[in-house]
């Protein structure tokens, strides 16, 4: 789950055209999931600053029920 959560930030991340580097990231996992179970990650901003961003990556079961929550923050480099 974090690798997918992962993958969502930095997409998420570095859409904007400069380049982003994480400075620090957390998951919070609030279910379990059996082995086949698709997953969805669903990337936002929440905050910009002039060189760093916030991020919340949410992560939904098939159900579209939460599973886990992802936040993180970059440095942008441009």
């Not at 789950?1 to 996992?29: C, H, K, P, Q, W």
């Not at 669903?42 to 992802?70: P, Q, S, W």
Request: glycine content about 6%.
């Amino acid at each position: 789950m974090y690798s997918l959560a992962d993958a969502a930030f930095a997409a998420a991340s570095n859409s904007r055209g400069d380049t982003a580097v994480a400075l620090e990231t957390n998951i919070s996992y609030l279910e379990a999931v059996d082995v086949g179970c698709v997953l969805t990650a669903t990337a936002k901003e929440t905050h910009v600053g002039n060189r760093t961003a916030e991020y919340e990556v949410v992560l939904t079961d098939e159900e579209d029920e939460r599973i886990a929550t992802f936040r993180g923050r970059v440095y942008r480099l441009g």
